[in-house]
């Protein structure tokens, strides 16, 4: 079946414009996670949403970013005013069951590519 | 905080041999860990996922093992191909945590 889909693949933007990046996760997944991945580190925890629960947002690194998640499917992350430091491959990752148990597995999807001119 | 290791940083071997890729996690307290490629350019793709109550988990010539209370993983590749050449990612699901706690991959280059 259809993986987890994002778009665009590629975006380049200039400082301080806003981007919205989207997520589809897999059909039927209750569970939907963001990571960044900045050249050169680990990939970093933005959100999760677990089905109609209130987000996790603990990993966003300010307040220009945001993320909603529509009819428990489609995501979204906004990045207002985007600064250099926001360069990164941003990833989406959907998984059957929330993330409190074992037989979690996340599955991601090939990532938006974001450069900050 | 957990934080999480991945030794060595980079691995080059030729064609058809054995290695391993080794992880190391500081909380064990988890719900289970996860192994990942990532091809350059790409997203990641789910290799094993082995729960904290299992020991290991095989997949064709791949084989991941979990020493939960030594906080250790390692995942054995047997019989290398060049098409093996990718980032391998480790990530465990520790308790209490709504996220993936990923370490910072192995490179690993498998020559013709």
């Known amino acids: 079946g259809a993986g987890v889909s994002q778009s665009p693949s590629n975006k380049v933007t200039e400082k301080g414009k806003d981007v919205e990046l989207r997520c589809d996760p897999i059909?039927?997944?209750?569970?939907l996670y963001w990571y960044r991945q900045s050249l050169g580190q680990g990939l970093e925890f933005l959100i999760y949403f677990q089905g109609n629960s209130a987000p996790d947002k603990s990993g966003l690194p300010s307040d220009r970013f945001s993320a909603e998640r529509t009819g428990g499917s489609v995501s979204t992350l906004t990045i207002q005013r985007t600064q250099q430091e926001d360069s990164a491959v941003y990833l989406c990752?959907?998984?059957?069951?929330?993330?409190?148990?074992?037989?979690?597995?996340?599955?991601f999807g090939p990532g938006t590519r974001l450069t900050v001119l | 905080k957990q934080e999480v290791t991945q030794i060595p940083a980079a691995l080059s071997v030729p064609e058809g041999e054995n290695l391993v890729l080794n992880c190391s996690f500081t909380?064990?307290?988890?719900?289970?860990l996860q192994w990942f490629r990532q091809d350059p350019g790409k997203g990641l793709t789910s290799l094993l996922l082995i729960q904290s109550s299992q020991r290991e988990q095989t997949s064709g010539r791949l084989n991941a093992s979990l020493d939960k209370s030594s906080g250790r993983s390692t995942l054995y590749i047997a019989a290398s191909q060049p098409g093996d050449s990718a980032t391998y990612l480790c990530a465990v699901a520790q308790t209490g945590a709504n996220n993936l706690f990923f370490g910072t991959g192995t490179r690993l280059t498998v020559i013709p």
């Open positions: 990752a959907s998984s059957l069951v929330g993330h409190l148990s074992s037989y979690n597995e996340q599955f």
């Open positions: 059909s039927g997944h209750t569970a």
């Open positions: 909380d064990s307290a988890i719900y289970n």
